[in-house]
């Protein structure tokens, strides 16, 4: 079987088109080769955008939550049964983060940052392809162009694509300087060229939230760079993709006759969920099962719980009325049951969020604020806790949310390049905070709970009674 290839889509900065571009590649190649997509980075909401484009999972490459190996493996699982990943940048093509203590691979550099969008074109071989917002540019953008291509020699850039050109003039004076320089334009969208969508505080609105929307979105967009761009030159552009090997399964317990349970939250209320995590977590040996938290409560099997982030605050009222659920959190946290809650998943274990009622697990109340908190994080963890491994303690994250907590716990030491601080709750069954994890930041985590899982399981089968 030939290999899969792959194409990076960059931009010169935020806002400048990427994911409208990248969504319309991907409707617009669909009908001539099986695609699939990935975002560089840890965000959620383009991921689902892209599953809408694909029908595929779209998973996240992030050298700083997983390192370097892990970006290569996380390339692999996006081309699975695929031709063509297309992977859609962050940010600028060379903006990226100075947390501190990262890989030796990951460490920042002027010319291909500590998680930039740079930084996995030259871990991974793949061309890119950049976005240029030409509103208020002409000539200059030649000059954008070379730049950027000139950088870094690692970070092959294959060719641009134009957009929000106001005219035919407009277009030949761009067209015109850009001859001059050795990149090729493949593209060119005039002003008012992409259909826009609404978004909200943390992006736009995500595909489980209105489907139906998202999908006459996407297709609209199609039909816009179907006509704007040159498919066939994307495609030739585009490298090969190397395979990388899969999780193996763990050894359960022989009186364990079944697949141990990790059950996680999911659903609009709880949609920030990164696929590969449920990947490797199903391929050390778990079967993972979800649950909606506006009406679902946790599978009577669960091993393990993850609750993951997203809105509740949307459906606050629909989670607090579920009263199964915030039963079975607290008698989960009684009993010792592991929970692993992540940001909109940890406001679930707190007393209320805004005026709505929730499970009590935890001491605190929440409300939504106006202003963010984001950023990659390192955080030493407790010595016990579902996610502390016997000889490393620290582990990268990254949060970004708007909700506030009248006490934040101190459990966890988080620590950015210029400050550090306490907060999050643990205990050797539980831990639960803002911060969203990704599995591949250690080859062993995977394993790990699933073990925790077994244990759990077995543990729950030796209370029951005999028949």
């Known amino acids: 079987m030939l290999s899969a290839r792959g194409l990076i889509v960059a931009g010169t900065a935020s806002g400048v088109g990427k994911t409208s571009i990248t969504l319309g590649l991907l409707a617009a190649l669909a009908t001539s080769v099986r695609i699939s997509a990935a975002k560089v980075g840890p965000d959620y909401i383009d991921p689902h955008l ?40 962050v940010m600028g093509l060379f903006d990226g983060t100075d947390l501190p203590d990262l890989p030796a691979d990951t460490q920042p550099s002027a010319s291909s940052p500590a998680g930039s969008t ?61 001859a001059a320089i050795d990149v090729e334009i493949l593209g060119a969208i005039p002003s008012g060229g992409l ?10 609105l995500t595909a489980e939230e209105a489907p ?21 030159q994307i495609i030739t552009r585009a490298g090969r993709i190397d395979p990388h090997p899969l999780v193996a399964a763990v050894r359960m317990p022989p ?37 909606d938290p506006r009406h679902e409560s946790i ?30 959190l ?36 929440s409300t939504i604020g106006t202003r963010p908190r984001l950023g990659y994080r390192q955080v030493l963890l407790p010595a016990q806790s579902p996610l502390s491994l016997i000889d490393r303690h620290e582990l990268p994250a990254h949060e ?38 990704h599995l591949g930041a250690d080859s062993r985590l995977p394993a790990s709970l699933v073990q925790i899982a077994a244990r759990q399981r077995l543990s729950q089968l030796a209370q029951e009674p005999q028949r």
Request: net charge neutral; glycine share 8%; with cysteine.
């Open 400 to 437: 970004f949310h708007y909700a506030r907590s009248s006490e934040d716990g101190n459990a966890l030491l988080l620590r950015t390049a210029r400050e550090s601080w306490r907060a999050g709750f643990a205990r050797p069954s539980m831990i639960s905070s803002y911060l969203h994890w």
């Open 212 to 232: 139906w929307q998202a999908r006459q979105w996407i297709q609209a967009l199609g039909a816009s760079i179907r006509t704007h761009v040159e498919l066939t």
């Open 255 to 291: 009186e364990l006759v079944t697949r141990p349970v990790i059950a996680y939250s999911n659903g609009p209320a709880a949609s920030f969920i990164y696929p590969e995590n449920l990947d490797l977590l199903t391929e050390a040996g778990a079967e993972v099962i979800g649950f």
């Open 195 to 204: 259909p826009e969508r609404d978004s909200r505080h943390l992006g736009l």
């Open 50 to 89: 892209h599953a809408a484009a694909t029908h595929r999972a779209s998973y996240n490459i992030d050298p700083v939550l997983t390192g370097p190996l892990g970006v290569r493996a996380s390339l692999a699982r996006a081309a699975r049964e695929t031709d063509l990943v297309v992977v859609e940048g």
């Open 299 to 328: 599978p009577p099997q669960a091993g393990l719980i993850w609750l993951h982030g997203g809105y509740p605050e949307n459906y606050r009222a629909e989670i607090s009325a579920n009263a199964p659920l915030h039963q079975a």
């Open 118 to 178: 740079a930084q996995v074109a030259r871990l991974t071989g793949l061309p890119v392809i950049l976005v240029i917002d030409c509103a208020h540019l002409s000539q200059s953008t030649a000059a954008i162009a070379l730049g950027y291509q000139k950088l870094n020699p690692e970070v092959k850039i294959v060719g641009v694509i134009l957009n929000n050109l106001k005219s035919a003039t407009h277009e030949a004076l761009i067209r015109q300087a850009m």
């Open 330 to 365: 607290r008698q989960a946290a009684r009993s010792g049951l592991p929970i692993i809650a992540e940001c909109g998943g940890h406001l679930l274990l707190g007393v209320s969020l805004e005026e709505s009622a929730m499970s009590g697990v935890l001491p605190f109340q």
